[in-house]
């Protein structure tokens, strides 16, 4: 991909360092924005696992802890 680097009313393309350099934070973003969702799918399975076991509703559970 090509990217364009803007430094005050110049741009330019980007040099080959600098597109690695944002292809690898664009991967470290996606990489982390895709765990939280996985963290985020985890938690809620558990806690759906959890209400199951006790047979609670997601409201009765919220009344017990306030």
């Given at each position: 991909m090509t990217y364009k680097i803007q430094?005050?009313?110049l741009v330019r393309?980007?040099?080959?360092?600098e597109t690695?350099?944002?292809?690898?934070?664009k991967a470290e973003a996606e990489?982390?924005?895709n765990a939280d969702a996985d963290a985020q799918t985890?938690?809620?399975a558990a806690r759906q696992s959890v209400l199951d076991k006790l047979n609670l509703t997601?409201?009765?559970a919220q009344a017990?802890?306030?």
């Open positions: 430094i005050d009313d393309d980007a040099t080959a360092d690695a350099a944002l292809d690898a934070q990489a982390k924005a985890a938690k809620d997601q409201d009765e017990l802890l306030g």
